[in-house]
């Protein structure tokens, strides 16, 4: 664990939100933006001007959430040292996989001793999003319910999914209550990487590397996994001609 600053001051912000603590999942190989990944972690590519990483970190703080999370594995010397001269105003913790690679929910279950609240939200650092009129972190606070919900996540629906190939992730009800895509089928609605979860969700995890996928279908049988739709933009930015295509689409708004 490697604290890189205090905050400076937590004064109430007018874009804050009840969210304290967020996670930022920053230890993936990259190998689909090769050979932009062959000397820097994902995370450090940029995309209009500066790396993805830094994007979700603006987010984060125009929501007022100065306790961050961040998971490092490939290239972690690199992303420790820009996030300690991107730290600023925000306390950010390390959670260290240079041993092993745990995936999505191995990562979040080893990070949990760093995270003190009963619900935090976390970030995927390969995805890049531009808020609507309700910007999506305020979004998910305002739809949280603590009694109901172990995961709240963002979606988007497949025609605003930018730069994204896939055949769709989720259908969801009216309650907002989500449902898989079926094999060989097209679901309306696309994971955006960013999502609200309770320390519920991780009960019983495995040991080791897995999936938060293991952990989403657990919570959608029990009914207790929800989305809610992203009223803004939302780039996947996974590939070097994706960031092409999102820089170009960000210049025409």
């Known amino acids: 664990m490697a604290l890189y600053a205090k905050p400076l001051s937590l004064r109430p912000n007018a874009g804050a939100t009840h969210i304290r603590t967020a996670m930022v999942m920053a230890a993936g190989l990259g190998k689909r933006m090769r050979p932009l990944t062959a000397t820097r972690p994902k995370p450090l590519v940029e995309v209009a001007g500066k790396p993805l990483l830094d994007h979700v970190l603006d987010h984060l703080r125009a929501a007022g959430i100065r306790r961050v999370v961040v ?13 300690r001269r991107m730290a600023g ?25 760093l995270i003190e609240d009963d619900h935090f939200l976390v970030v995927n650092s390969d995805n890049l999003w531009v808020d609507g009129p309700v910007d999506a972190i305020r979004l998910l606070d305002q739809r949280w319910d603590d009694a109901a919900m172990d995961a ?24 907002g209550r989500l449902a898989r895509r079926r094999p060989g089928k097209v679901a309306p609605f696309v994971f955006t990487g960013i999502q609200l979860v309770s320390r519920r969700l ?12 293991i952990l989403w279908d657990r919570a959608i049988a029990a009914g207790r996994a929800f989305g809610v739709v992203h009223q803004g933009l939302w ?19």
Do not use: W
């Open 71 to 83: 998971n490092v594995h490939y290239l972690a010397d690199a992303l420790e040292a820009h996030l």
């Open 89 to 113: 105003d925000m306390e950010i913790l390390i959670s260290d996989e240079r041993g092993q690679l745990l995936e999505t929910g191995g990562g979040v279950a080893k990070a949990l001793p």
């Open 152 to 175: 709240l996540l963002l979606v988007v629906p497949q025609a605003r999914a930018h730069c994204h190939s896939g055949l769709g992730d989720f259908h969801m009800d009216a309650a």
């Open 202 to 213: 991780f009960a019983d995890a495995p040991e080791g590397p897995f999936s938060t996928n």
């Open 235 to 253: 780039f996947d930015v996974g590939t070097p001609a994706a960031i092409a295509r999102t820089e170009a689409l960000l210049a025409t708004g």
